[in-house]
Every structure is written in C-alpha cells, then in structure tokens.
C-alpha cells in the first residue's frame, strides 16, 4: 500500500518519518510548519517570559540529545513542505492523488479536516501523543505532570475522525520508563521515541486486518485542555512536581495507578 506522510519539519518528526519508512512504503511527505503562538512569551512580564524562553530552549536541546542524527527525511521520499495552516486543501488533495496514495498517516500537523478524511475514509491513522480519553486536547503528556498523574503519559494510535481525537483505538503506550532524575522534555522525547518504534507495525497490522480499532470509552476522569492554558504557572507546577519527587512517589505505586487508567494495546508482532 502506498502510503504518505504528513508531520511538521522538527528533529522528532524526522525521527519518526525515519522508523515509517523503514517498514512501510510511505511515497511522499508533506510537511506543515508549526504554529510559533505557543512559544510567543510577548504578553507576560519578564519573569515568565523568562522562564517560557529557558523551556522551549530546553526542548530543543533535548530534541537534540533524543533526535539530533536525523538531520533530514528520508532522501529517497519526495518532500513537500507547507506553511502552517494550509495542509487541508485541494492542492493536498491534488498530490496524494499524483502519488496514488492508498493511506495517510499523521504526527504532530494541525487538524485534518473533512475535506481530505472524506476522501479517505478509515484510512487516515494518527500517532496521538496523550492517552485518550484521559487526556485530550493539547499538551497531553505534559499536564500529566502538572496533575501528578504519570501513569496518564502515553501515545495512542487511532483511526483520525472528524471528531478530533475521537476515532477508534488502535493502540496506546504507556511510558514505563521513568526515572528520578527526568525532566519535562526527557520525559517527552522518550515516549516519541518509544511511540514512533512502534508506529510502523500497528500501521501495518491495521492495513493487513490482522488489528481492529476499538471504540472510546467515555469515562469520568477525562480533562481536556487547550494551548490557553499551558502557562508560566503550569510550567512552574510541573517543575514542583519533579523537584518533589513525584516520580519516586509514583513508581513506588505505579501498578495500583495504572489498573485504574487502563490502557488498549494491541498483537502487533
């Protein structure tokens, strides 16, 4: 099955176009900018601004510790990069139809709308960094952390959906590997990494119908947040909950947190 990629252009997304292509027949790759409005500190005093620039300055030096060898796409693929906002259009639809594109899989663009799901029903997979439904919206492996709720870190690869996040399960990912000394963005940057390993064989499962998607359940301990409330004061309370050993805390627990958040994964080997 032909299959193309849409991501973003950073280290990580590289990383994970390396490991797709690796196992599947992924013919072109489209990338989408990211939106600049969640760094921008302008609004806030210089404390916070501070504080904001020092964390996305930390994301990319641990972006580059996890990713820093994928320095580019595959060479072999053919790359179309996009201003951010403008992946859903007919021009998008245009070039999947040149590379006769059977499948779309999806890591970190905006949302895919209707236009171009309706033209690929079911056929549209997204790697979700966040266990849903515990987690939705943004920042879902980061408010995880702010709630002191480290069994809620995760991935879940679902069928994409017009309903954001909504569409059936594939598989999730729990980080299990957690250590005293982590941080925000080590934290981050090993679930991709974990995550984006995986990818490539539950999406062939899926194409190969040897993996069905599974239904999300609603459930009472779902929170949703949006890029409005990832803040200076969030920022600080994630910290509060490392520096306080939360991870050590968690781990000591962990098993009685995780059989209260369970988790859908899927015979992928």
Do not use: W
Not at 13 to 33: F, N, R
Request: aromatic share 10%; charged share 25%.
């Amino acid at each position: 099955m032909r299959i193309a990629l849409f991501t973003s252009n950073h280290l990580r997304h590289k990383y994970i176009a390396a490991q797709l292509k690796s196992q599947l027949d992924i013919v072109v790759i489209i990338t989408e900018e990211k939106s600049q409005k969640i760094e921008d500190s302008s609004g806030y005093p210089e404390e916070d601004q501070q504080l904001l620039d020092t964390h996305f300055k930390d994301r990319t030096a641990t972006e580059e510790q996890f990713f820093g060898a994928y320095k580019s796409f595959p060479e072999e693929v053919p790359h179309i990069s996009l201003k951010y906002g403008t992946i859903n259009s007919e021009q998008t639809l245009a070039r999947l139809e040149a590379y006769n594109v059977d499948y779309i899989v999806l890591f970190g663009t905006s949302i895919i709308k209707p236009m171009i799901l309706e033209k690929f029903p079911n056929k549209v997979l997204n790697l979700h960094l966040g266990l849903s439904p515990y987690y939705k919206g943004s920042g879902t492996n980061f408010f995880p952390i702010v709630n002191n709720e480290f069994e809620c870190i995760g991935a879940t690869i679902h069928i994409a959906t017009i309903k954001v996040d909504a569409g059936g399960i594939l598989h999730q990912v729990r980080l299990e590997e957690l250590y005293e000394d982590d941080t925000i963005h080590s934290i981050g940057n090993r679930l991709i990494e974990k995550a984006g390993a995986l990818y490539p064989a539950i999406v062939k499962g899926y194409i190969m119908n040897t993996i069905q998607p599974v239904s999300q359940r609603e459930t009472e301990s779902s929170k949703e947040y949006r890029i409005k409330d990832f803040t200076p004061d969030t920022i600080r309370k994630a910290h509060d909950v490392l520096a306080n050993q939360g991870i050590v805390l968690y781990l000591k627990q962990a098993h009685l947190h995780k059989t209260n958040k369970p988790i859908i994964t899927a015979s992928y080997e």
